[in-house]
């Protein structure tokens, strides 16, 4: 049986007053960067006022916290390089199309 959760985020001691903030996953918020599936949940609460919780979506207790997903950065491509879409000829490795004999 797959298990759902949802993601809830408590916003603690919210303030009509405060400007908007964003948060920045690539470091928590002492600097220290965040490493790939590191369990995150009270880590924003003393800077930001969020909590991050995993919940059951039937019963809406918690039953985890959320995890920290690293994912490569895309490389970037020269703007001089112009890239051309392969050909069915170049896709299939000859110089004759895959539907002539």
Partial sequence: MLKRAMV??????MNTGL????INF???PDGTPTTDQQLIS???VADFGVRFDLVDPMTLEVVG???IAKV???VPRSPHVARTPPTPARAWGSR???TTA
Wanted: charged share 10%; hydrophobic share 25%.
């Fill in 65 to 67: 916290s959320p995890q």
């Fill in 26 to 28: 690539e470091t928590l």
């Fill in 96 to 98: 004759s199309s895959p």
């Fill in 72 to 74: 490569a950065r895309p």
């Fill in 8 to 13: 809830t985020v408590c916003l603690c001691g």
């Fill in 42 to 44: 009270d880590q924003y």
């Fill in 19 to 22: 400007i908007a903030q964003s």
